[in-house]
């Protein structure tokens, strides 16, 4: 079995987000979200205890992506998979502590590589 657990995703994208959440969900994973904030995220974090997060486009509110990401992290420790379109201008970020483990981010670049496509 391919059990993803429970991902939140915050996205503000409706199309890509309903894309990906029926992804997730065929691959066995429970879904938290879309939110489109960063509080929203950390209120459901909180509430719900996802094993990780998937951050896409821009987010609203205060916080940037990787505001959101390290809080998540440091908060309650649920890593984050970051995609290029929710920090745009800046630079990749590197090795962060808030990054998902190697096993976790193969089975999710699976799946991601699969959304939006026809």
């Given at each position: 079995?391919?059990?993803?657990g ?15 959440i ?17 509080s ?34 440091d ?21 962060q ?22």
């Open positions: 079995m391919n059990n993803l429970a991902i939140l995703v915050v996205c503000n994208d409706e199309a890509y987000a309903s894309d990906l029926g992804k997730l969900h065929d691959k066995g994973a429970s879904v938290v979200g879309p939110v489109t904030q960063a929203v995220a950390l209120a459901l974090a909180a509430q719900t205890s996802p094993s990780m997060a998937i951050v896409t486009h821009p987010l609203t509110g205060r916080r940037d992506a990787e505001e959101l990401a390290r809080e998540l992290h908060t309650w420790g649920v890593r984050s998979l970051v995609l290029d379109e929710a920090m745009p201008g800046s630079q990749k970020v590197g090795e502590p808030w990054l998902p483990e190697a096993d976790e981010l193969t089975r999710l670049q699976q799946v991601l590589g699969t959304v939006g496509a026809a």
